[in-house]
């Protein structure tokens, strides 16, 4: 962590408690806003972005929270592209809103203050709470989660939460048409399977390229096992990678179901491995 980051925390530990929270959206968009433009919030598959995606293109980001792969699509796709990014939580959505303004990429972005999942309802979210009193948004997940079990004292990171009123879609019934859907992003603290269960035709269709976030001890909480979630993509003929830039040497390796740990994954069907030739391994199985 920088000398700046750490000042920012501070300054956000001690700001939370002496301002409202309306002044704290604007103070906590600033300094993620500083994040993303400088690359100090950064995570390694973005680099994926630019081979996944391609101007004019359209793309979705679910779990949008402060926008920082909506920003990165949004400069691959250009003025005529578009990317819809999904954040339920109403504090994060308008900061998410804020940052794209300061950041210059509001004109591609269309934001929606909705999750996804299997069904089109109002649900209550659990946010993470920081010593502060400041929200963790970006931990939020759906309540009912069970989280107190084994693992809890290396899951769970914080000491209290807050439950919030938000709406869930299902992407298949709000989605508007899109004529060619070639790369999504989905980071949604282990509801991955109920979002691709409300995307069932989305995915058949498309097939898109979909970097996601996998966590095995959240989807347990809900009770989906791993192979729940994977099975999904491989029964469509996707093939599972996990990315790598060591040593400035980006590649994709193909993984097993039984290697996956808590990290980000590429799920990526073969009509779209043309795009990232450059990546995969030779002996794709």
């Known amino acids: 962590m920088t000398a700046n980051s750490t000042f920012r925390k501070l300054a956000k530990t001690l700001l939370y408690p002496l301002s409202n929270e309306k002044t704290f959206k604007y103070f906590q968009a600033v300094s993620k806003a500083w994040d993303i433009k400088s690359g100090s919030w950064f995570e390694p598959e973005l680099d994926l972005i630019e081979f996944g995606l391609r101007k004019g293109e359209t793309t979705l980001d679910i779990g949008g929270n402060y926008g920082l792969y909506a920003y990165h699509m949004s400069r691959v796709v250009g003025k005529n592209g578009n990317v819809y990014s999904f954040e339920p939580i109403a504090f994060t959505f308008e900061s998410h809103k804020v940052v794209s303004k300061l950041l210059g990429f509001s004109h591609n972005l269309t934001l929606f203050n909705k999750g996804c999942s299997n069904e089109n309802a109002k649900i209550e979210f659990t946010v993470p709470v920081q010593q502060s009193g400041a929200l963790a948004s970006g931990l939020t997940y759906i309540r009912g989660r069970n989280d107190d079990r084994i693992g809890k004292e290396i899951q769970v990171r914080w000491d209290a939460t807050r439950d919030v009123e ?9 989605l508007p048409e899109i004529e060619d859907l070639p790369f999504m992003k989905m980071d949604i603290e282990g509801a991955e399977f109920f979002c691709v269960q409300g995307a069932e035709k989305l995915f058949s269709r498309h097939l898109p390229a979909t970097i996601c976030e996998i966590n095995p001890w959240y989807l347990e909480g809900f009770g989906v096992k791993t192979e729940e979630l994977t099975e999904f993509f491989t029964s469509k003929g996707y093939k599972i990678f996990f990315y790598s830039n060591e040593k400035d040497r980006k590649s994709l390796k193909q993984v097993r179901v039984d290697e996956i740990v808590e990290d980000n994954y ?16 030779s002996n794709i199985e």
Not at 266 to 281: E, G, I, K, M, Q
Request: no cysteine; charged share 30%.
């Open 266 to 281: 590429l799920f990526l069907h073969p009509s779209r491995f043309d795009r990232f030739t450059s990546l995969l391994p």
């Open 166 to 174: 938000a709406e869930v879609v299902r992407l298949d019934d709000f």
